[in-house]
């Protein structure tokens, strides 16, 4: 925990909890390696293209549409990639793993009676192969997907459009995520209690914001 993560917020101030799921509650390991390893190896293998290069030119096709609802639409990338994508992510299921601390962190939340919601762009097909295979499920109250809003979180339009979907007060709601522009788009839009997770991946070096309370794991949140 940075230093000014120190009491970053009093529970007395909290209903509401909003928890990101790719790099916050589960280890974003699982989605680095399928989007720049095993889809490239995939569709290079198809292809017959050279893998040094096919992994240049996807990662620059993923950038093209960095921050955009584009990015979590699997079917999107089926059609584009000419793979199918869905089932590609089921094959390597076996690497998605939840992160340390977060069922003791849904613990104490539910104890001290807080709402936990499940806020991601995650798209609802990869949402399926996740939760089939971590039951984490039934803790939420409710489970949004950017999907549903029609804008990716990174987006104003997200924050400013989720009240149709879900009534929160924003400054009695806590929001926990692993992407500083999208705690950015929070931000403006208004919520309060904004936590960024600074290692989202187990296999990569903690990266800690210099912009909000940033912890490495859920730890420094049970208290
Ligand atoms: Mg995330």
């Given at each position: 925990m940075?230093?000014?993560?120190?009491?970053?917020?009093?529970w007395?101030n909290?209903?509401?909890i909003f928890?990101d799921?790719?790099?916050?509650?589960?280890?974003k390991?699982?989605?680095?390696?399928?989007?720049?390893d095993?889809?490239?190896?995939?569709?290079s293998n198809?292809?017959q293209?050279e893998?040094?290069?096919?992994r240049?030119?996807?990662?620059?096709?993923?950038?093209?549409?960095?921050?955009t609802?584009?990015w979590?639409?699997l079917?999107?990338?089926?059609?584009?990639?000419?793979l199918?994508?869905?089932a590609?992510k089921?094959?390597?299921?076996?690497l998605?793993?939840?992160?340390p601390h977060?069922?003791?962190?849904?613990?104490?939340?539910k104890?001290?009676g807080?709402?936990?919601y499940?806020v991601t762009?995650?798209h609802?097909?990869?949402l399926?192969?996740?939760?089939?295979?971590?039951?984490i499920?039934?803790?939420?109250?409710?489970?949004?997907?950017?999907q549903?809003v029609?804008f990716a979180?990174?987006?104003?339009e997200?924050?400013?459009?989720?009240?149709?979907i879900?009534?929160?007060d924003?400054?009695?709601t806590?929001f926990?995520?692993?992407t500083?522009?999208?705690?950015?788009a929070?931000?403006?839009y208004g919520i309060?209690?904004?936590?960024?997770i600074?290692?989202?991946?187990s296999?990569l070096?903690?990266?800690?914001?210099?912009?909000y309370?940033?912890?490495?794991?859920f730890?420094?949140?049970?208290f």
């Open positions: 940075t230093k000014q993560c120190i009491q970053p917020f009093s007395e909290i209903d509401r928890l799921l790719d790099g916050t509650l589960l280890d390991y699982y989605d680095d390696y399928f989007w720049e095993y889809v490239v190896q995939t569709y198809k292809n293209v893998p040094k290069s096919c240049e030119l996807m990662l620059a096709t993923y950038k093209s549409v960095e921050n609802l584009q979590t639409d079917d999107y990338w089926s059609e584009r990639l000419g199918d994508i869905a590609l089921k094959e390597i299921s076996h998605i793993n939840i992160h977060v069922l003791d962190f849904f613990d104490l939340a104890k001290r807080k709402k936990l499940l762009n995650a609802p097909k990869t399926a192969v996740k939760l089939g295979k971590i039951k499920t039934d803790v939420f109250t409710k489970i949004i997907c950017s549903d029609g979180k990174e987006q104003l997200f924050w400013s459009k989720l009240p149709d879900q009534t929160f924003k400054n009695r806590l926990v995520d692993d500083e522009k999208v705690l950015d929070a931000k403006e309060k209690h904004l936590i960024h600074a290692k989202p991946s296999k070096a903690p990266i800690f914001s210099r912009h309370p940033s912890v490495k794991n730890k420094p949140l049970i």
